[in-house]
């Protein structure tokens, strides 16, 4: 079965710097989908960023970006010029065609003033 | 684009009475819809999968008489907590699936029992 792991339960960051969310999986399948939504106080899930395994090249999204490492299996998410606003829950998730979204535990993202 | 909505935001009511939340996709026809429920600083727990005009599919341990999903349409489908608890107090959330296999979520829905 696949998983999804973040190892970093909470995580802090200065405003206007840059922090990295880890992520990692397992699976025995080539072809997939990887995401992060970010989860706010409002606890209104939002996509973040996705990534279809078939591409090499890392998904990117304003200051959101990520470190797809297929081999490795690892799909860290950067986020630059930090904000309050990006303060929150970050999940990562893992997705194959048709089956059902596995989430990882989640970070806690805090932005310090 | 890719919104959805969730209905009620939050619903407090009496033990043994049922609550029903809807979700419904705005501006896309969703494939698949999903419900979920989050306990306070956990992740996501899949309850069921549901596509339209067919059964639901319910994970391991979740009561399908408890939990009645029905998916009446592409863009609007049904929770039923029926005869609920305190236990059943929770956060509960909706997704809805586009082809490109992405889930958009509504905003949830917060239910006490008492």
């Known amino acids: 079965a696949q998983t999804v792991t973040q190892s970093q339960p909470e995580m802090s960051v200065q405003e206007a710097e840059t922090v990295t969310l880890s992520c990692t999986y397992d699976?025995?399948?080539?072809?997939?989908?990887l995401f992060w939504y970010k989860q706010p106080p409002s606890r209104q899930m939002i996509l973040v960023i996705r990534q279809e395994a078939y591409k090499q090249q890392n998904a990117t999204e304003n200051r959101f970006s990520v470190n797809f490492q297929k081999a490795a299996k690892s799909f860290s998410l950067k986020i630059s010029d930090s904000q309050l606003g990006d303060a929150a829950m970050y999940f990562c998730a893992y997705t194959n065609y048709g089956q059902n979204f596995v989430f990882g535990p989640g970070t806690r993202l805090s932005v310090l003033p | 684009g890719a919104v959805v909505s969730q209905h009620p935001s939050r619903v407090i009511c009496k033990s043994g009475t049922s609550v029903k939340i809807e979700c419904r996709s705005l501006d896309f026809q969703a494939t698949t819809m999903f419900w979920y429920r989050q306990f306070p600083k956990q992740s996501l727990m899949l309850m069921a999968t549901s596509n339209e005009g067919s059964k639901a599919t319910y994970e391991q341990g979740v009561e399908k008489d408890k939990f009645l999903i029905n998916h009446a349409s592409l863009t609007l489908s049904t929770l039923t907590v029926t005869s609920a608890h305190p236990e059943d107090s929770s956060f509960y959330i909706c997704?809805?699936?586009?082809?490109?296999?992405?889930?958009?979520f509504g905003p949830g829905t917060r239910l006490l029992v008492l």
């Open positions: 699976t025995s399948e080539s072809d997939y989908y």
């Open positions: 997704s809805a699936g586009t082809e490109q296999e992405t889930q958009y």
